[in-house]
């Protein structure tokens, strides 16, 4: 259902689905396209007031790039919402798809069922690596450190898995 067909502006807005919309704009200017969102934007962040009750409404906008993003309405759209996923009310409202951020989150899903598979396996390996005063030749202590041979990708670095272990937990 199209809300809005505006010939000068060239943009078309869009009900995907409850509480989204989508736009169209047929620009490849940047800083219109921009000047465009932020504008929805200051719109849609107002006060409603009903029965004597005052709500705010705000809201974020995700975009995708054709052909940059997606030759098709549907991969499109997918990465619009992907990018909406990644908005703030607070911080980013308005989030662009990133094709190399969705990339490194696909990496770290991979990543992670490869960690867990790993530790099932037990081949997270242990070394112990002395500490030596070079003074005296003496052994004052050890470090223990723990590494990972990811078969595909070799030593995986500690602050990765580490990391990623204790996101999902």
């Given at each position: ?7 000068r502006?060239?943009h078309?807005?869009a ?9 169209i ?12 969102l932020n ?9 409603v007031d ?6 705010r409404?705000?809201?974020?906008i995700g ?16 990465k619009a919402m ?6 703030s ?14 990339f490194?989150q ?6 992670v ?5 790993a ?18 030749g ?8 723990l ?8 030593n ?14």
């Amino acid at each position: 259902m199209v809300l809005e067909v505006n010939k000068r502006v060239q943009h078309r807005i869009a009900n995907i689905k409850e509480g989204h919309f989508g736009f169209i704009v047929l620009s490849s200017n940047e800083a219109k396209i921009s000047l465009l969102l932020n504008s929805v934007l200051d719109e849609i962040d107002s006060f409603v007031d009903i029965n004597s009750l005052s709500f705010r409404i705000q809201g974020t906008i995700g975009s995708s790039q054709f052909p940059k993003d997606g030759s098709h309405t549907d991969s499109i759209l997918n990465k619009a919402m992907q990018a909406v996923v990644e908005t703030s009310i607070s911080e980013k409202r308005i989030n662009a798809y990133d094709s190399l951020n969705n990339f490194n989150q696909t990496l770290n899903m991979s990543l992670v069922t490869d960690l867990k598979r790993a530790i099932e396996r037990d081949e997270l390996e242990l070394y112990h690596q002395p500490q030596i005063d070079l003074r005296t030749g003496n052994i004052h202590g050890s470090e223990v450190l723990l590494r990972w041979e990811h078969p595909r990708f070799g030593n995986v670095s500690p602050e990765v898995f580490v990391k990623l272990a204790e996101q999902v937990g």
